[in-house]
């Protein structure tokens, strides 16, 4: 009979708390947490174990383009003279480019500038903006007009032809500044680094999980950071000095590095 009645006294007590909460009365949530069934604790896995490793990853690819930097350079006494001076010039230099099997589309300009020069007291020539004339022991000297061209050269054997030509025509007021060899895809270069540096990681990591009785599990992260893009090899100018010119384009490389995580098995 006790027991039956215990049954009863919970059963009241847990349709009272169920009334109470219904109307909203105060003290229902104290006589519900007391009689309702506890809640069932969730229960959280351990972290499972990693490891992380870094890979690195090169590539090297032939050049298949050569970038020459060449412009012209003249000095006049008037800003007219300098202006029609350097022209000429520069349309020499670009049908001398064209001749020698550059492209119209691969012909930009990559600066125009015009300046006044002023020679100091010891003699020295010095350029500056037009509007500051340095003081009373600056002498004026003239204008000084200045044009650079970027020429791509797809036929990498021509560039010393080319370096040639654009040199000649414009006579002294040629100016060779850098020839650069590049490759045109740098793109692929670098998915071949990528590639080679995601194995090293993966390598990496395994020989890591064996060393500890371990297998490698799924990959968790992945970061890279990579290098820039392709270097491009620069050659001096005075290497296109001799006759005949020779070519070196030696070769261009990239690297990448990428830190992956894995769990351990």
């Known amino acids: 009979m006790r027991s039956v009645r215990s049954a009863l006294s919970v059963r009241s007590v ?6 109470l909460a219904a109307l909203g009365l105060p003290g229902a949530p104290a006589v519900a947490a007391r009689t309702a069934p506890a809640a069932h604790r969730a229960v959280v896995a ?20 050569a970038v020459l930097t060449a412009g012209i350079e003249v000095t006049r006494p008037t800003v007219g003279k300098a202006l029609t ?12 480019a064209r001749a020698a099997g550059v492209a119209e589309h691969d012909i930009r300009t990559a600066d125009l ?6 020679r100091n007291r010891e003699g020295a020539l ?31 054997e021509k560039t010393g032809a080319v370096v040639r030509a654009v ?17 045109e895809h740098p793109e692929t270069l670098r998915a071949e680094a990528r590639t080679s ?7 990496k990591a395994a020989r890591h999980a064996r060393l ?38 030696g070769r261009i490389r990239d690297e990448v590095s990428v830190t992956a995580v894995y769990e351990l098995r």
């Open 212 to 249: 500890n009785g371990r297998g490698l599990g799924r990959l968790i992260s992945l970061e890279e950071r990579a290098g820039g893009r392709p270097r491009p090899v620069p050659v001096p100018v005075a290497s296109f000095s001799k006759e005949p010119v020779p070519v070196a384009p």
């Open 85 to 96: 001076d350097r022209s000429a010039a520069a349309e020499a230099l670009l049908a001398a």
């Open 46 to 65: 351990p972290a499972p174990a990693t490891v992380s490793a870094t890979g690195t990853g090169r590539a090297s690819a032939a050049p298949d383009m």
């Open 167 to 183: 040199a000649d025509a414009p006579g002294d007021a040629s100016r060779i500044h850098s020839v650069t060899f590049d490759v």
């Open 113 to 118: 500038a015009l300046s006044a020069v002023y």
């Open 14 to 19: 847990s349709a009272l708390a169920l009334a």
């Open 126 to 156: 010095d350029q500056h903006d037009a509007t500051d004339p340095r003081g009373k022991d600056a002498l004026f000297v003239g204008h000084r007009a200045t044009q650079m061209f970027s020429l791509t050269i797809r036929d990498i």
């Open 197 to 203: 540096a995601y194995q090293d990681a993966r390598d």
